[in-house]
């Protein structure tokens, strides 16, 4: 991209008015070793991350992770221009940091498949700042404090991010709700399909898949809007359904069990127990 090397090693703001040129006018893409925050605007290229295409003719965010893959796809043969912020940060600098840990438990850096981060015009302004306070810190003369004061900046800037997207989560309530419609129908369908629970019991990872979301995007969605987790959604749908069974036929609490994908009866026994309170005997004692 003909940019000039880093000030510092492990870490690097770019402002894309400084790219003067793509690697490529042809659809290319990239993968990076390290983590990239970009905030884009005024982009007449498409960029396809994950099963999504991103359009930025308003602000957006996204996050990428080390070995992420993305396509730039140029249109009709124009020149790329584009304008915003890209922050890369190498692993190796949240090395023995508690930030190490925490990155990877931000829920957007694993929207791959889904959506980025609709900023407003007040939460680029804010962003931006925190950018070109980094930006002026690394290229400072490093001290023993440059890398406590880029790394809480860095820490910040995540926060913000995460308190947009769940903004972002809020203000798109309609969407989310049938999101939310498709996710029990999806569950009611697997939990009615004897061949599909003799497989075992449906996962997350399944769920998500059937959305076409990630699975990281689907808990975060369904903890805004329930406050229960995508595993809980599941489990109490099993409940459900074994309430059911338990007070409307006289099979087996293992019948029932391994009917519903548990390949053990004690394992049944234990989450009903978790979730009601009362074992299956119990329950369909209570209810008789």
Same mark, same amino acid.
């Not at 602000?59 to 990428?64: A, D, E, K, L, S």
């Not at 997207?165 to 309530?173: A, E, I, P, S, W």
């Given at each position: 991209m003909r940019l000039p090397q880093p000030h510092h090693p492990l870490i690097s703001i770019i402002n894309y008015a400084e790219i003067k040129q793509l690697p490529s006018a042809e659809r290319f893409s990239l993968v990076f070793d390290f $983590?990239?925050?970009s905030l884009k605007r005024d982009f007449n290229a498409k960029l396809k991350y994950g099963q999504q295409t991103y359009d930025f003719d308003a602000? @957006?965010? !996204? !996050? @990428?992770a080390p070995g992420q893959v993305f396509g730039i796809e140029p249109q009709n043969g124009e020149t790329i221009r584009h304008s915003g912020w890209m922050l890369l940060v190498h692993p190796d600098f949240l090395w023995?940091?508690?930030a190490a840990a925490a990155i990877k438990h931000y829920a957007y850096f694993g929207y791959t498949v889904h959506e980025a981060l609709f900023v407003s015009e007040k939460e680029e302004d804010i962003i931006i700042n925190l950018m070109q306070q980094m930006q002026l810190e690394s290229q400072a003369n490093l001290d023993q404090f440059s890398h406590s004061v880029i790394l809480a900046q860095l820490e910040l800037l995540l926060t913000y991010a995460d308190r947009f $997207?769940? =903004?972002? !989560?809020?203000? =798109?309530?309609i969407a989310n709700q049938q999101l939310l419609e498709r996710l029990e129908n999806i569950l009611a369908e697997f939990l009615s399909d004897s061949e599909m629970l003799s497989q075992g019991l449906p996962t997350v990872q399944y769920v998500a898949d059937r959305l076409n979301v990630s699975t990281n995007y689907l808990s975060v969605m369904l903890k805004v809007l329930t406050g229960q987790s995508t595993q809980q959604h599941i489990h109490d749908k099993l409940i459900e359904k074994a309430k059911e069974k338990l007070s409307l036929t006289d099979l087996t609490v293992s019948e029932i069990a391994y009917q519903l994908g548990f390949e053990h009866p004690q394992s049944f026994s234990k989450l009903f127990k978790t979730k009601t309170s009362l074992s299956p005997v119990e329950f369909r004692r209570s209810f008789n």
């Open positions: $983590y990239s925050i602000g @957006i965010m !996204f !996050f @990428i023995n940091t508690p $997207y769940h =903004r972002q !989560f809020l203000t =798109r309530k």
